[in-house]
């Protein structure tokens, strides 16, 4: 059953043979091998203008907001049956924002260019099994040069194993947070392709240095990286990155009712049985829930209304969205039997790649924790300010 439910018309006149011809075809034996999604491949939609929606007029882009761009990716999501491919596009896309957001000019004019046509690719490289407080990656001035000395590992990096540069952030000399353009091909740099549970094909990798020696002009934010990490990194992009996943999740509902349509028990379609209709009833609450509080938090983010540092509406999107995903899949899989269960349904891959973002962008939990403290510190605030 093909209904085009997403109305994603737009998008697949322009990527849809790509994405069938190229990433469709192919997903089950690249989830099963854990192969990524390769530099060719995402070099041919950027040659047909995938990172040209979010991206600024100035560099020749339609200057679309965070609400737009995150319609584009839900779309992508619905299309492509592999959610790594999104999921990349979207880290791909943050990425050039962030390095035109650090505002260097000698650094746009290497690199820009072919990061927007998908000549090179970038990855941010920035937590570490650590709080961000004590990071062991550190960067050393060395004495009397102009360069510094970087060590450390971060052990899950979105997109490294195709990655071209990545936003490093290190430990610098005084404990702050540093950021260094490191290159995947700078001495010392080592990138080790890692087995995940989902997302399979985003080429998540760890990357370690060992004594990696780069010129100053490389220290890209000097002071209070951490702020830059939200602002450009984790904070704009904690509701965004789901929009790809509802996409997927209402891909997942729509093969849930081709099934139901079609298998017969008991003498009659499943898709009679009310509890069947009540559980399809529930997934597209789920679904519409989830857009619901997504699109509203990424349309205050549009209108810069929200806190650009730690948005507790962005956050419980987030969360609400996650939930949501990882919800109906298990619903799907309720009412699909053996069927919803093997490898050629999506399914079960559906339900792997939506457990991504129970630890990633934050953890479900510590996003309870920390939405739970802003609110009691707010609260407390208020009440010191205005006694009763
Ligand atoms: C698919 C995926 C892609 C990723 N891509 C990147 C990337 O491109 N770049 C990058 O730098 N990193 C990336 N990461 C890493 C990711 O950002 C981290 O895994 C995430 O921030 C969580 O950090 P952590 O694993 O150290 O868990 P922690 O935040 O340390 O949490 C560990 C566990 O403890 C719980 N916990 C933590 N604090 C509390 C608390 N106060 N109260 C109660 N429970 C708590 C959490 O719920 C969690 O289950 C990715 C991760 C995934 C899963």
Known sequence: MNIEWQGAQDLKDVYGCLIENELNVSVEARDQASAVITHAQMRSFAQLGIYTYNLPET???FGWGYAPWGKVLEKIGYLSHDVSFPFLISVRMSFINALLAVQRADINDIYMRDLIEGKKAGAFAYTENADAFSFLSCALPEKETEYYLLNGLKAIVTGAETADIFLMFVRGETADIQVFLVRADDPGVAVTPRAMHGCRSTGI???????????KSRLLIATDGLSFAQRYFLNCRRALQTTLFLGRARAVIEATLGYLHTTV????????LQHVQALVGEMYILLESARTSVFYALHRQDRAESDPYWDSVSSSAKYQAVEAVNKIAALALNVTGGWGYSESSGIGRAQRDFASLIAGADPQEKLKVDIGIQKIHEIEMYYQRYPQ
């Not at 990798?205 to 010129?215: D, G, L, P």
């Open 265 to 272: 028990r008991h003498q009659r379609p499943l898709i009679d």
């Open 205 to 215: 990798a760890s990357v370690e240095m060992v004594n990696v020696r780069v010129h």
């Open 59 to 61: 560099w020749g882009g």
